[in-house]
């Protein structure tokens, strides 16, 4: 499942006047409540993203 989110949806960075496209993250972590990413862009900014699993929405 998150193969498949991660896979439809390409991550942006979300510093202002950026938004180039992010690759692989530099950490990430699942828990029960779902998978976190942590993407660090060339401009220096970090994005996290997080994905949860369909059963707890």
Do not use: K, N, Q, Y
């Amino acid at each position: 499942m998150f193969t498949e989110l991660h896979e439809a949806t390409t991550p942006t960075c979300d510093a202002p006047d950026c938004e180039r496209p992010l690759g692989e993250p530099a950490l990430a972590f699942e828990t029960a409540a779902g998978r976190r990413e942590a993407h660090e862009c060339p401009c220096g900014a970090v994005t996290v993203t997080v994905a949860r699993p369909e059963s707890s929405r």
